[in-house]
């Protein structure tokens, strides 16, 4: 065993009643830290097993350590805290993956990489290893899922043998509990501009019984993608909606229109009007995620940086006002024209339900311009015009984002 002086290598397991094959495991992990260099240690994270997977780890020389709290995720979190290595190699304690040789995933973070990050599918997937679900589905979809959202370009988002160096953990703030943690350590390390490796390897079957559930833990993987992609989730849907929306509802202001030979009436412009509405909600929560993702979880965004450099709360205001002068402008002289004939049928009902929206409009752009103001305030900071250069240094919304 290396002392906590030495330590280069770290191998973490995250371990649940696997008696029958983390024996062999940790005996596979030694020959991978002796494989570069020999100085390491092997940790098994013990989460509760009611079996004597803790036991047999220590018989052969693992660190083992209690992690009461079940779920992948807590135990790699307490393995990340409890490791000592200036290289942390992560594996499952199940026999599916080979540890008798470290060497590609060390040298890929000595070469540059804070994250290397196994294939199977550029390596070789053994018989009866992998469902065919999970290796033509679900796997696949997933990864492409994380690529598209989150920018990066690995084969295998989900495998469980991966190295990050030490030095990075703490800049990549993980917090899943489960299964999607693993989806959590490649997108925040995207976000973060971290450089990612894939590794082929070879998958084997697993000894024992799997603990994976196929639909409960992809659904929660996706929703965790979703969660953390405010550009998916919320504002590339809600800006469709809005311009679906307004594409209709401009050219009906004056009344009935006809497209592609069918008469369209206010009944399309309802539906219309209604889509203009949620989406332009949807956008202003897409921007408030964004916002609160970039002050308070680390992310960085452009963008966003760049207006807020420009635009203040003030601009937000005039912006929505604005919007809502006009709505209720339209609305004003209507209602003297209704006024003026007595209150009978109103003729004007089209450029009216115009002016309900515009309304609705301005008044979100204004309230939503003093949220993300809200969002962007700082205990210790007081966000006026003396502290504008500042501002811009905390990367602190001033305006309205």
Not at 98 to 103: E, Q, W
Not at 288 to 298: H, I
């Amino acid at each position: 065993m290396a002392t906590s002086q030495d330590v280069r290598i770290s191998v973490v397991l995250p371990c649940l009643d696997e008696e029958r094959a983390v024996g062999g495991v940790v005996d596979e992990a030694w020959e991978g830290v002796d494989s570069v260099g020999g100085n390491g240690e092997v940790l098994v994270i013990d989460n509760a097993s009611t079996d004597r997977s803790a036991e047999i780890a220590e018989e052969h020389g693992a660190r083992v350590v209690l992690e009461t709290r079940r779920g992948y995720g807590s135990a790699y979190l307490r393995g990340l805290s409890e490791a000592k290595g200036e290289i942390i190699v992560m594996a499952d304690a199940d026999g599916t993956y080979p540890l008798n040789d470290l060497r590609p995933f060390v040298e890929a973070i000595d070469e540059g990489a804070d994250l290397a990050i196994g294939s199977r599918f550029k390596g070789q997937i053994h018989k009866s290893a992998m469902p065919w679900a999970h290796r033509w589905i679900g796997n696949p979809v997933l990864t492409a899922v994380l690529n598209v959202f989150f920018g990066v370009k690995v084969s295998d988002a989900h495998c469980g043998l991966r190295a990050i160096r030490r030095s990075v953990v703490p800049k990549l703030r993980l917090q899943a509990t489960g299964m999607e943690f693993a989806s959590e350590m490649i997108l925040k390390a995207a976000k973060r501009n971290l450089k990612v490796a894939d590794i082929p390897i070879d998958y084997r079957p697993r000894i024992g019984e799997s603990k994976l559930r196929t639909w409960r833990d992809g659904w929660r993987h996706l929703r965790f993608m979703l969660i953390h992609s405010a550009t998916f989730l919320f504002l590339i849907p809600g800006a469709a909606l809005f311009l679906l929306g307004l594409a209709v509802l401009l050219p009906m202001s004056a009344g009935p229109t006809r497209v592609f030979g069918l008469t369209l009436y206010i009944h399309t412009m309802i539906v219309a009007s209604t889509l203009t509405l949620v989406g332009a909600q949807i956008v202003q929560l897409g921007l408030f995620a964004r916002t609160y993702a970039v002050l308070y979880l680390g992310d960085r965004d452009r963008m966003l940086e760049w207006i807020w450099a420009r635009f203040r709360l003030e601009h937000g205001l005039l912006l929505g006002g604005v919007v809502t002068l006009v709505g209720f402008g339209l609305l004003l002289g209507i209602f003297v024209e209704w006024a003026s004939s007595g209150f009978g049928a109103l003729s004007q009902v089209y450029l009216a339900l115009l002016g309900l929206t515009f309304a609705g409009l301005g008044v979100q752009a204004v309230f939503a311009s003093f949220f993300l103001s809200v969002l962007g305030l700082r205990n210790d900071f007081i966000l006026d015009d003396e502290h504008d250069e500042v501002a811009e240094e905390e990367r602190v919304p001033v305006g309205v984002g």
